[in-house]
């Protein structure tokens, strides 16, 4: 640290200017249009922003919790939670959707409050809190239904995952998930990245110790990051109740991806870094990859390598780069 | 007089955009510590590399023994006998300490087996020139020793693969008082058997003790050059490129100084014993004692971190109990921890994010993170500015900019808060001459705003030099109290407790 031209490595060390998970999603999107020219009408776009939705709101939730230094593996289980508990109690009586969905998203808040008193004050790492949390959440889910859920949900809410605004100028159409995404990852990348909360959020994941030093609330930091990451997952499990059926599994594997999403959006594992836009970004990107694998007609298990080798190459990709930015 | 065993001549280099080293001449003798002083960015490290083969100069010859050579790797330049210690040891910690003088050239014996009783044997003996060698058993894994004997193993190993030039950067960098001593001796021992020294540090204590020539780089050049030891002032002077009268700032006049901001009672937690304290507005008080004396304790006590678990405290006059550092900053206490890089800064945020990030933590969590009631990012820049932060931008990573630059920020963190009392732990380490000036003109002039300072600090002169009243703790307790003006002897004496009753 003696010498070292200064201001060579503060040049080399701004902040970054363009995120390649932008090139990484465009590319795709190139592809995907080469291979089904359709996809630039409404109906190809509209159906795979819809798709997207619960993933990318999920990742922009996921991505809270990685950059206040922990991971929340509790979200997929969580979702299958929602869609099972929310077919249990409105029991086929469509009325019942409006005190059930803000039940649903009151849950959401109460386990992300759960992970974050587990983490805080009982010391117990965030990977495996929200671990056991995933586990715990299937085994209710299980509980709850008896081992065989109810087949539907009422249409009032299946609203938001199915149904379609018409007759919109230049789109033709709009899916209400479409909304939700836009109202949701508006919201959080807006106290990411404009807040107290966000810049507390980036601070207690760079150096917990030094931002309890400088007065930050770790504790409470913490907790409302594990809310907003259990919230998004709720809001995620009403979406996926619109378009997937009622079962046990509904939500599996999510929490994997959600990670996955925020890492190829650049993402710092470990804390200190990360956007919300570049998360749901990467939450696109992986959607893309599987709508290409799809299209080559490759089955569910190919599915799952590939975002298995995403996830290592993204994490390594970040780890080089940081190597020579000099960490 | 003997030949040089190192002439370096003309040494240029560069680096895009920035001139790191022109047309700089430099030798060292054997038997002579050599010091390189320069502050940071002066071009001593770069020239340190240039020697050992890290880099290669753009132009000019480096000749050993008379003899041009051409190192392409640091192994060519240790096979010739330079050895350069760096702040971060190459030591293998899980090794012992035999293994890692002899790695990679462990002795042979009978079926090409590696003679580990040769192996003890030698590393005691090359141990028995230092101080230290009493401490260090040949079989103990490096990993188990402190900082100052690893070290003292890192420079026997230089010594044993028969090191003709041994370069130290910044050595007493992470060592206490007695260990710098401990490491004074050793360099004493290596110049008397011959061996030339290449001694890098700011520490005018330090040269001045040790130092046989002095050679000053500023800005790549070579500001000045000194064949006998000249006076501190003089260093100073050709490193900062001004007069230091001003170097400190003046004491607070007795007008000045207000009434008590703290007052402490009777307090104590379990490293803490009987503490009495007062610090007045307008007053800079200088906490000085050895490692592990309570000073630390003490300002982690005031700042709720470890609180008092007895006593009574009062800030302006209310008795007060902070349990937490949110309570202790509500309350109007700010504190600079001593470890900038791990306690102080969020590295991979801005610099700007760095200053507002106090003031945001005391702000709503929903509300805007441009302004808060205490800042905001048009008067975090003012301040920065006002401090003279050297940065591309404030919106630049902090971790980027240098020690002087960083702490500054963490300055402006505090200004922004108008504390009444601010805490500074070791407020310069490892930051340079003219940043630290800076900081002791800020200290000055924060007292002057009314806020009382407490600054802890193991640099005694920086001690001395800066505080209007001088505390001094030793085994968890005040042992004594001087005025400005104390001197060295006075405050080790106190520190280190060979005086008056045992209690």
């Known amino acids: ?327 | 007089m003997t030949e040089p065993v190192i002439e370096m001549e003309g040494i240029s280099k560069s680096f895009p955009g920035v001139r790191a080293l022109s047309d700089v001449s430099f030798d060292v003798r054997p038997g002579e510590v050599q010091a390189l002083v320069g502050e940071n960015g002066a071009g001593k490290s770069t020239l340190i590399k240039i020697l050992s083969g890290v880099y290669h100069a753009d132009a000019g010859t480096v000749r050993m023994h008379g003899k041009a050579v051409h190192f392409t790797h640091p192994v060519d330049s240790l096979k010739s006998g330079i050895a350069v210690i760096y702040q971060e040891f190459s030591l293998l910690p899980e090794r012992t300490v035999a293994q890692n003088l002899f790695l990679g050239r462990e002795p042979r014996g009978r079926f090409g087996l590696i003679d580990t009783a040769r192996m003890r044997r030698e590393t005691r003996d090359v141990l028995a020139l230092f101080a230290a060698a009493g401490r260090i058993d040949p079989d103990q894994t490096v990993g188990s020793l402190d900082v100052a004997t690893q070290q003292v193993v890192e420079i026997a190993k230089a010594v044993s693969t028969g090191a003709r030039v041994i370069v130290m950067d910044e050595p007493t960098a992470a060592l206490n008082e007695a260990e710098c001593e401990e490491l004074f001796e050793t360099v004493d021992t290596l110049r008397e058997r011959g061996v030339a020294i290449i001694y890098i540090s700011h520490r005018m204590r330090e040269i001045t003790r040790l130092a046989d020539r002095v050679t000053v780089l500023k800005d790549g050049e070579i500001a000045a050059r000194f064949d006998d030891l000249p006076p501190p002032d003089a260093i100073v002077r050709a490193m900062v490129g001004r007069d230091i009268a001003d170097f400190y700032a003046p004491p607070a006049t007795e007008a000045e100084i207000g009434a008590p901001v703290l007052t402490v009672r009777g307090a104590g937690n379990d490293r803490l014993d009987g503490i009495d304290l007062d610090v007045r507005a307008g007053e800079i008080v200088g906490l000085a004692g050895i490692q592990g004396a309570g000073r630390v304790a003490l300002a982690m006590a005031l700042f709720g971190h470890a609180p008092f678990t007895h006593g009574e405290v009062t800030l302006d006059g209310a008795p007060v109990a902070f349990k937490t550092p949110r309570e202790a900053i509500r309350g109007g206490i700010g504190l600079l921890p001593g470890d900038r890089k791990s306690e102080g800064l969020v590295l991979m945020q801005s610099v700007r994010d760095n200053g507002m990030l106090t003031s945001r933590a005391f702000a709503p969590l929903w509300g805007r993170a441009k302004r808060n009631r205490h800042t905001d990012e048009t008067a975090m820049d003012g301040l920065l500015d006002a401090m003279e932060i050297r940065a591309a931008s404030y919106d630049q990573e902090i971790r980027g900019l240098s020690g002087g630059n960083q702490q500054k920020a963490i300055v402006a963190r505090w200004l922004s808060m108008r504390p009444r009392l601010l805490i500074f732990i070791e407020p310069t380490r490892g930051i340079d001459v003219n940043a630290k000036a800076g900081i002791y003109h800020l200290m000055r002039d924060l007292a002057r705003d009314g806020a009382g300072i407490l600054m802890i600090s193991s640099d005694l002169p920086e001690v001395i030099g800066a505080a209007d009243r001088i505390l001094v703790m030793q085994n968890g307790k005040i042992a004594a109290e001087f005025p400005h003006g104390a001197t060295e002897p006075q405050i080790m004496h106190a520190a280190t407790g060979e005086t008056e009753v045992a209690a």
Not at chain 1, 100 to 120: A, D, H, K, R, Y
Not at chain 1, 221 to 226: K, L
Not at chain 1, 285 to 310: E, K, M, S, W, Y
């Open chain 1, 1 to 327: 640290m003696t010498d070292g031209a200064d201001m060579q490595t503060a040049r080399r060390l701004r902040l970054p200017q363009i995120n390649p998970v932008w090139v990484l999603l465009a590319v795709l999107i190139g592809a995907i249009i080469f291979m089904n020219p359709g996809f630039t009408q409404p109906t190809g776009y509209m159906n795979f922003l819809k798709r997207a939705a619960p993933l990318a709101i999920l990742a922009a939730g996921q991505v809270y919790v990685i950059t206040s230094g922990g991971f929340d593996l509790s979200v997929g289980s969580l979702i299958t939670l929602v869609v099972v508990g929310a077919s249990m109690l409105t029991n086929n009586d469509p009325a019942a959707t409006y005190w059930v969905v803000p039940l649903m998203l009151g849950m959401g808040l109460g386990v992300g409050l759960l992970n974050g008193l587990i983490v805080c004050f009982l010391r117990v790492p965030s990977l495996i809190a929200t671990l056991g949390m995933m586990i715990t959440l299937t085994g209710l889910a299980f509980m709850w239904s008896g081992g065989a859920p109810r087949g539907y949900l009422p249409d009032t809410f299946r609203f938001f995952g199915r149904e379609l605004i018409r007759d919109v100028p230049l789109v033709r159409f709009i899916p209400i998930s479409v909304i939700v995404l836009l109202v949701v990852v508006g919201l959080l990348a807006w106290l990411m990245h404009r807040t107290n909360l966000g810049r507390q959020v980036h601070a207690i994941g760079d150096n917990p110790v030094a931002a309890g030093l400088a007065g930050v609330p770790v504790n409470r930091v913490r907790i409302t990051a594990f809310m907003l990451s259990g919230l998004s997952g709720a809001i995620a499990g009403i979406l996926l109740g619109g378009f997937a059926g009622v079962s046990t599994d509904v939500g599996s594997g999510y929490e994997l991806q959600a990670i996955t999403a925020a890492v190829l959006g650049g993402a710092q594992l470990l804390g200190g870094r990360g956007s919300v836009p570049a998360a749901v970004g990467g939450a696109l990107a992986l959607t893309a990859i599987f709508t290409l694998l799809n299209f080559l007609g490759l089955p569910q298990p190919v599915r799952q390598v590939v975002q298995g080798l995403i996830l290592i190459a993204a994490v390594a990709l970040a780890m080089h780069r940081r190597q020579q930015t000099g960490t």
